[in-house]
Each structure stands twice: as structure tokens, then as C-alpha cells.
């Protein structure tokens, strides 16, 4: 039996803001009135909280609503984007890439650069993060920056803020936040790469709550990430969607899924290849080895999607990562009828993800340690 949750005042307050924010966000502009309609609140506790909101320099009142009848005009709110910052960053094995996300969602900024090799510690990735960051004005620039969000490849404790193994940046079992914490000064949450992405996708494609998603990444790693009624399943240590072992032919959907593992079958056929081009190139010339492996990678999505769709039976599917490319006319023509969307590039998805995540964790010790709603 699980631990029964006693629920104090406080956590109704703070879901309450909550509530009160998300309204902001998706129905901006907005008056006092409809948010006490849309949310069931009483007046009286909307007129406090928003009063809080805009104490702290997160919300701003702007034109004033059209009249619904007689009484006095009500006055608009929006959400500020300069309230807060948040950071969101995304590691790779080869390179970091680094956004400036404002508090109304929107990517104000962005850098990257390589990350030496072998791969970096986490405290070297940190000490790269801060100074991309600096480039980008640091804090000067950006004065209401309050945590920053890390995305990570591999499997990753969201709730300890550690790396349980990282093949892509031969980690095991260290401390993503700790390092990244220690150099911003900051708050700092580390997230799974695929659940970053999902998240990021979600955002920029403002698919709503109540619709579910799933997204499937092939090419640097191979995960799965679903989410439910606007919520990320993670299962237990953040796990949920680990699915590069799953058996496929004589080997595992990796061996097809993965590119570095791609590469490596086809350079056994010809020692030729250098890149994923070079497959596609092969196959649509006629070379045997090239179709039989294309045949195989297709029939590995169809098989990774089998799972997605048996599990979750999601409205949508996004599917990303570097693999997409050169594979999405193939996918396209083999299986007609999937709900599929191509997602974005796969480090902007993660620093989006990442920088929400961060937002949503800032938001919510904002509201935890300043916020004193009667």
C-alpha cells in the first residue's frame, strides 16, 4: 500500500497560483473575471493572488477588456516574459548547446560549442555551460535568471538529479545538478534527453493537456518518452521508455535505431560508409546489402511504434532525432497511416524541454518561499 499524502493549506494555495498561472499562459489576455470563471475560484482569491503575481514582477496588467454588460471595464493580464529566466541545456557527447528561456516560454537566446573529448566530466560541462552563458550577457543581461535545466542522454534520477548511466558521456552514477548548481549559483534539475525532448515538442507545438503524446528518438540513443494528461510517465528512478534492449531479429532494436550501431553494420558490408547518407545512397541504387538494411531499420520503427501504440495509443507521435532525416521519406512510404510528426532539431527540443522543466521547478519555489496568499 502506498503512503497516504496528507495535504496542507499551503499545497492548496500553491496549486491554486498554479492554476491561476496556467490560465495566464494559455488564454493571455486575460481579466480577473473569466480566470475566476474558468478556474471556479471565488473573486475574492483571484484578486489576491494576482495581486501577489504582480508584487513579485511575473504578471502585468495591460489594456482593458470590452464591458460584458454594465459595471466597470475590467483590466487584462498578461504574463511578463522578463519576470524570470531559466536556462535549459543540452548535453551531448561531442557538444553542449545552451538557451536563455523568458518566462513566457520563448527562447531568448542560444550558443553551443564542443565539448572536449574524451567526454567531460560534469563539472567540466558545467564550467562550459556557465561560460556559453557568459557569451549570451550572462547575468547582467539577464538579471531575473533563477535555475537552470539540464538534459542528459541516458538514464537520469530527475528527483536525486544524477546520472544513473550515460554511455554517450561515460557517466555512471554522478551528480548531473550538484556541479551545475555550484557554478550559477542557481537551483538546478536534471532531466532524461527523450522526456526533455517531449516536453519541448509539446511547448512548441502547443499540443494541449488532454491530448496524449509519445516521443520516440533513433539516431545518438534510442528512448521513448510518454505523457499522459499533460503529465511525463517516468516509473521508477525516472526509467519509464528505456527501450534500446528490446529484442529485434537476431539482436536488439538498437543494433538498427542507434546510428553509431547502424554505421557499424554497415561497415561490415562495405568499409566504405561514413555516414548514414552513404546507406541511403546504397539502397536506392540497388545495392543488396543497403535495401536488406533499410528493410531492417523500417521494420524496427514499425516495431518501436508497435510498443508506443500498444502502451499509450497516444493522439500524437513525434519522432526525432538524427536518424530522421535520411530515413523519414522511407518511413513515410512504408507506413501510411501513422500518426507521426518529425520533430525538430534535437538539441533545440532538448534546451526547450530542459528550460521548462527548470521554469516550472523555479515557478514553483517562487511560489513555495515568497508567496504569502491568505
Known sequence: MGTIRIRDQSYIKQKNIESILRVLEECQPIS????????????????????????????????????????????????RPDGMYTLGVSLESSRIRLGVMDFAGHLAAAEETALPAPPASPEEAAGIARALFGRLGGAEKWPGLRAVGVSVPGTVDNEAGRAARSDQLAWTDVSVTEPFARVFGLPAWAENDVKACLVGERAVRSIPDDEDAAYLLIGTGLGLAVSAGGHVLRGAGNAAGEIDGVPFGAGRLSDYLVERNLLALARSRDASVRRVDDIVLAQNEGAA??????????????????????????????????????????????????????GQNYADACVTGAAILARRQARRLLIAQKLTVQ
Open 32 to 79: 480577473r473575471a473569466e480566470i475566476s470563471r474558468i478556474t471556479d475560484m471565488s473573486p475574492a482569491s483571484i484578486t489576491r493572488i494576482v495581486n501577489a503575481l504582480l508584487a513579485l514582477g511575473l504578471v502585468s496588467e495591460g489594456n482593458i477588456a470590452p464591458a460584458a454588460g454594465r459595471g466597470r471595464r475590467a483590466i487584462n493580464l498578461r504574463i
Open 289 to 342: 546489402w543497403a535495401v536488406e538494411l533499410m528493410d531492417s531499420v523500417i521494420e524496427a520503427v514499425r516495431v518501436a511504434l508497435y510498443i508506443v501504440n500498444a502502451f499509450a495509443r497516444p493522439h500524437h507521435i513525434l519522432l526525432g532525432g538524427s536518424l530522421v532525416r535520411a530515413i523519414a521519406p522511407f518511413v513515410q512510404e512504408r507506413l501510411p497511416g501513422v500518426r507521426l510528426w518529425m
